[in-house]
């Protein structure tokens, strides 16, 4: 709710939600864990039950890694392997509360590209202008590197984007690495919001 106690934004036709890589390896515990990367569940789980009543479309992304992929250290990359395709840390966050409908994108799927961004070398374009969207809301992990790369393409694709305050987390390699990704999408275009700005 905004000052007159309304909800600043009305979802309507056009509107999409958009979560990012919500997996376990990136969870605490996996391989990969973002710090209270969980918080963003029951965040995204709110959000999730506004799109779902308004019959608006929902897509997750994901990292679905082979298990040779250049990202990791092994291959000289910055990471440890994580989400390797069909491995239990590349599944969704048990308690991410998914639609069987929702569309599914996969992303770095070959050993030698990889990609932060869910635009990147993927449907995802192709689909959001299927569902005829114009404006994505676009939340999950990890701010500084897949939500930042994803909300930037949206952005380059004339998207009007609105980013989840309340449902990202960072990496954090470098401890302001989060809030200078968050200041950086600002600059950039998109607007930041929480679940008190929908509903
Ligand atoms: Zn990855």
Not at 59 to 79: E, V
Not at 87 to 99: D, W
């Amino acid at each position: 709710m905004n000052a007159a106690g309304s909800p600043a934004i009305d979802l309507r036709d056009g509107d999409a939600l958009i979560i990012v890589d919500v997996q376990n390896d990136f969870l605490p515990g996996g391989a990969l864990a973002v710090k209270n990367g969980d918080e963003v569940v029951p965040a995204l789980n709110t959000y999730i039950d506004l799109f779902l009543t308004k019959g608006l479309p929902i897509i997750a992304t994901r990292d679905w890694h082979p298990a040779d992929h250049s990202s990791f250290q092994a291959r000289g990359g910055p990471w440890p392997p994580h989400c390797i395709a069909d491995s239990r840390g590349a599944q969704f966050a048990a308690g991410l509360r998914l639609p069987q409908d929702a569309t599914v994108i996969s992303k770095a799927v070959t050993p030698d590209k990889d990609a932060y961004s869910g635009f990147q070398g993927t449907e995802l374009e192709a689909v959001l202008r299927s569902y005829g969207v114009r404006r994505a809301f676009i939340g999950g992990l990890a701010t500084d590197y897949c939500v930042l790369n994803t909300v930037t393409d949206a952005l380059e694709n004339r998207y009007q984007v609105y980013v989840l305050r309340d449902a990202i987390r960072p990496v954090n390699v470098h401890p302001d690495d989060g809030s200078k990704a968050e200041q950086e999408m600002v600059t950039k275009g998109s607007t930041m919001i929480t679940i008190e700005d929908l509903a």
